[in-house]
């Protein structure tokens, strides 16, 4: 459930960009999903999901792909929700 979900801000969604052993993340509509497990699965391939990976996917997606229904594919990957920068700092 929502209870469940971490708070990301921007840097931390850069951090997890795939690479160096770090799981893939990407946000849509200030939703944060784990690609990670999806990447080889994709059907538009690997290297284009992961141009989303630690990044704001949205523009990406919708400019290649606006039918897919994301929110319902992804809903196991749902890893934690987008807020600001300063919003992070306890
Ligand atoms: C195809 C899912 C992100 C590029 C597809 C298809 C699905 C899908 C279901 C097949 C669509 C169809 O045949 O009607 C997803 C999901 C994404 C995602 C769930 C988010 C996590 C992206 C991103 C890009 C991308 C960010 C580009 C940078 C493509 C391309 C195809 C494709 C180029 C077409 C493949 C072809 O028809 O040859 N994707 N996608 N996708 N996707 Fe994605």
């Not at 606006?66 to 807020?83: K, R, S, T």
């Amino acid at each position: 459930g929502v209870d469940r979900l971490q708070r990301v801000t921007p840097t931390m969604l850069k951090h997890f960009n795939g690479r160096k052993g770090r799981p893939a993340w990407s946000s849509y509509q200030g939703k944060v999903y784990n690609i990670t497990p999806y990447i080889p699965f994709h059907p538009g391939g690997e290297g284009e999901l992961k141009r989303a990976a630690g990044k704001d996917g949205g523009k990406l997606f919708m400019e290649v792909h606006p039918w897919v229904n994301w929110d319902n594919m992804l809903n196991e990957c749902l890893v934690g929700i987008m807020i600001g920068e300063n919003e992070g700092v306890e």
